[in-house]
């Protein structure tokens, strides 16, 4: 995975299609602390595990943040599980999910620092907006019992 020199996942036109490849079940991005941030489309066609939290010692985390660009989808005929920890940081969603196609499990194992979706009332080009749509195939679980989201 490429990213741009603030953290930020290039995505073109398109947006990003994220596919571990054949074979592959689970595509996973982790960093140690860093941010992570999607400002266009996100096509999962795998399943797909953002950490931003490497140790899971609860002593780092970097922010995960998907602007009002970034609605997130499976490809076509997939539900694509999505699992996301952002450690001592927190998670914000600023666009729909699920809105093309829908994805698989939505799970958040940890976001200490709290989890938002839609960082405003009306969108703004690559910044913040509303989401009105989170859809699924399968469960939505925030938090663990040892990682209480906030």
């Given at each position: ?6 953290g930020?996942?290039p ?23 860093d941010?992570?941030?999607f ?16 140790t899971?010692s ?18 076509a ?11 001592t ?24 620092a ?13 910044s913040?907006?509303p ?8 469960a ?11």
């Amino acid at each position: 995975m490429r990213s741009g020199s603030n953290g930020a996942v290039p995505s073109g036109g398109a947006g990003s299609v994220l596919n571990g490849g054949a074979g592959i079940a689970t595509l996973t991005i982790q960093t140690t602390g860093d941010a992570i941030r999607f400002n266009g489309a996100v096509t999962l066609a795998s399943n797909l595990v953002l950490d931003t939290d490497s140790t899971d010692s609860d002593s780092e985390g970097g922010a995960i943040t998907f602007t009002s660009d970034a609605a997130i989808f499976s490809a076509a005929t997939e539900h694509n599980n999505f699992t996301l920890d952002a450690g001592t940081s927190s998670i914000t969603f600023n666009a729909n999910i699920g809105p093309k196609q829908s994805i698989g499990n939505f799970t958040v194992t940890e976001a200490d620092a709290g989890l938002t979706f839609g960082g405003s009332d009306v969108a703004t080009t690559g910044s913040t907006g509303p989401v009105t749509t989170i859809n699924t195939d399968g469960a939505i679980d925030f938090g663990t019992t040892d990682n209480v989201i906030g």
